[in-house]
């Protein structure tokens, strides 16, 4: 598996908001490694994530992932891709409001045709590894934003998927929990031969990956 952006432009918003995120953007991420995502404040790389995990459509050019370009899939392939395929681990979680920690990852694990029995223990340690073991029963609406995004995380790494895209995940987590989390996401990528991108500003990050992508180079000029 690999996952590889070519010439991709990609605009946002209408009228006086319209911005150019990425302009005819190229680059490769390497397969079973975790790549960082670097670049200033507005650079584009949350809209680099969306993008790879076929959650954006660009305006023109390619997303390869393992060779085959998402924009060729049908809306029902993009789907199968999304649920079956993809991680996702941005900011806001994504959880369902209703459910419990440990109850958000045994739901995931049953739409994609996982026994919840079978997946409980797993569950139950993943959420350990991201320092939830004490939040096991508390709703999402009872935690912390960055609680809400270890979920996700542990989410995202139960399910094992080929492409993981993480936004931000230390942003708001003191340091030591920043340099565990990073470990984690480090070792979890190893261990599957996944694609692992993390946009981030965090230097303890950048420290656990290994590759960084600077998206200051790959727009000299910067965005419109
Ligand atoms: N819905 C939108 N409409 C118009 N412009 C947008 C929209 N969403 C994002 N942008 C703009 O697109 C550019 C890229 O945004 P993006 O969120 O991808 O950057 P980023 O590198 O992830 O930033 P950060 O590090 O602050 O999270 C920014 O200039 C931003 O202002």
Not at 51 to 75: E, F, H, I, M, N
């Amino acid at each position: 598996m690999s996952l590889e952006l070519r010439n991709v432009t990609v605009t946002l918003g209408r009228g006086d908001s319209r911005t150019t995120a990425l302009r005819d953007l190229s680059a490769a991420f390497a397969p079973a490694a975790l790549t960082a995502l670097v670049g200033p404040s507005g650079s584009g790389k949350s809209t680099l994530l969306a993008v790879a995990g076929a959650l954006l459509r660009p305006d023109s050019g390619q997303v390869l992932l393992g060779g085959t370009d998402l924009a060729r899939l049908t809306p029902a392939g993009q789907a199968r891709l999304r649920r079956e395929r993809v991680g996702y681990v941005f900011q806001s979680g994504n959880l369902l409001s209703g459910l419990t920690a440990l109850e958000q990852l045994l739901a995931a694990a049953s739409v994609t045709g996982r026994a919840p029995r079978a997946v409980r223990a797993r569950a139950t340690e993943l959420l350990a590894e991201v320092g939830l073991a004490h939040r096991l029963r508390h709703r999402a609406d009872q935690l912390s934003g960055g609680e809400r995004q270890r979920i996700a995380l542990a989410r995202a790494l139960l399910l094992e998927p080929e492409l993981l895209l993480v936004d931000e995940p230390t942003a708001a987590v003191d340091r030591e929990r920043a340099a565990a989390l990073a470990a984690l996401i480090a070792e979890a990528t190893a261990r599957h031969g996944c694609v692992t991108v993390v946009a981030t500003h965090d230097p303890v990050v950048r420290t656990a990956a290994d590759h960084t992508v600077d998206m200051a180079a790959l727009h000299p000029t910067g965005p419109a």
